[in-house]
């Protein structure tokens, strides 16, 4: 029975040498091809092609040792989609952390309060590593693809910084956008002061992005919120000018002539009472809560002062001097 304990002793010695062999390649640095190597993981990759997608990569070992890692450790169905990048000195260990606890490698897109949808699209088509899927769809397709068919988009996603990993959809970005406006309107709404002259979240959307446009300084919000409230009130017309330019779109030179404000369009709120049909830009949190809690007074014109700030007035005689004081030079 020598041989038996013989052959028991090799099978031990080899199964030791393995294991430690198995150990030291864990906790040594793994080759790569390039000083760091990226990957993106699509969801539902099984962890023998996440292995394999790494050798292919650059990660410069057997595809099947990564595997087998991955099933041993108990953690191969924790491993997340996404995008990741690795340096040199990476271990497999530390590889397969990595992945479960889903450091990734992100990417920024900033909406500004004030944009328009033109500019939302144009900032989605020039975003870094950002899967155009809505480069091909209409506005209308992607409207309806978030959930909100014939709705117009301008005005319906929240201006915020949104990091996303590298090889995600711009429309998994639009959706964040879009609910993210959806639950920042629906909270100010819950909020609003009461007796105001607005019927819906809707019509307060579309206020707020006007007075987006028309603040030139912050503390000036709620009181350019509180002239439109005050003309809706009382049935004045808006008159305001972004409405107007946003009506002539693309028409639109930079210069807005008198024979602008004549031309009648859904939006020239000179020739049209009340407001206007959709909103006309992303209004920011600042802009929902002063649309909905405007300030306490009874003024109903303000002109720029020529540094941001605009003089308001009560009555179109006290308007007429502030005009004659801040645009025409008058004292």
Known sequence: MKWLSRAVLALLLMAGLVAGAAWQWLRSPLALAAPSVELSIEPGTNPAEVARAWVAAGVQTDARWLYQWFKWSGQAKQIRA???????????????????????????????????????????????????????????????????????????????TYAYSRGVSDLTVLKRAHAAMQQRLSAAWSQRAPGLPLKSPEEALILASIVEKETGAPADRSKVAAVFVNRLRVGMPLQTDPTVIYGLGEAFDGNLRKRDLLADTPFNT??????????????????????????????????????????????????NRAVNKYQRGGK
Do not use: C
């Open 82 to 160: 996404g995008s990741y990048e690795v340096h040199a000195g990476i271990t497999p260990r530390e590889l397969l952390d990595k992945m479960v606890r889903g450091d990734q490698v992100m990417e920024q897109l900033r909406l500004i309060e004030g944009w328009s949808w033109r500019q939302v699209r144009a900032a989605l088509a020039t975003a870094p590593a950002l899967k155009g899927k809505t480069s091909t769809m209409s506005d209308a397709e992607i409207m309806a693809a978030l959930g909100e068919p014939g709705v117009a988009p301008e005005g319906r996603f929240f201006p915020d």
């Open 270 to 319: 000179y020739t049209r009472g009340g407001l206007p049909p959709t909103p006309i830009a992303m209004p920011g949190a600042a802009s929902l809560q002063a649309a909905l809690n405007p300030a306490a007074i009874k003024a109903v014109y303000f002109v720029a002062r020529g540094d941001g700030s605009s003089e308001f007035s009560d009555d179109l005689a006290a308007h």
